[in-house]
């Protein structure tokens, strides 16, 4: 199966930054290591933390160290708990489908 882009990277990217502060590369670690099955990719990744910027989902603060590049920390925002809890709903409705399809799938298949 060829890999597709993640539909629902945003939900993902703002539930890891429900928990704690974050950087692109470190979301994207996220992803690759903790989710069953990733779909994102870095530019995914970096579009998502774009758009959520612009539409007030997340904040963007510039840590500088004396060694090394400086980083953008993201930090989620109340709109991007907001958000955070439709993306939630949206997905519940869908995991229902799902479930239906693959319970309907299970009967066809189980017949041929």
């Known amino acids: 199966m060829t890999k597709k882009h993640g539909r629902h990277t945003s939900a993902f990217l703002l539930l890891f930054l429900s928990d704690s502060p ?3 590369a ?3 670690a996220k992803l690759e290591t903790e989710l069953p099955h ?3 990719d870095s530019g995914d990744v970096y579009r998502c933390l774009q758009d959520m ?3 007030g989902l997340v904040e963007v603060n510039w840590e500088t160290q004396e060694t090394g590049q400086p980083r953008k920390w993201y930090t989620i925002t109340p ?3 907001q958000a955070l809890k ?3 709903e949206d ?3 869908r995991y229902a489908n799902f479930e239906f399809f693959l319970t309907q ?3 066809i298949a189980k017949e041929n």
């Open 22 to 24: 974050s950087y692109g």
């Open 26 to 28: 470190l979301l994207l």
């Open 38 to 40: 990733s779909f994102s």
């Open 53 to 55: 910027n612009k539409n």
């Open 79 to 81: 709109k991007g708990i």
């Open 86 to 88: 439709a993306q939630a």
């Open 91 to 93: 997905i519940c409705l």
């Open 105 to 107: 799938y299970e009967n």
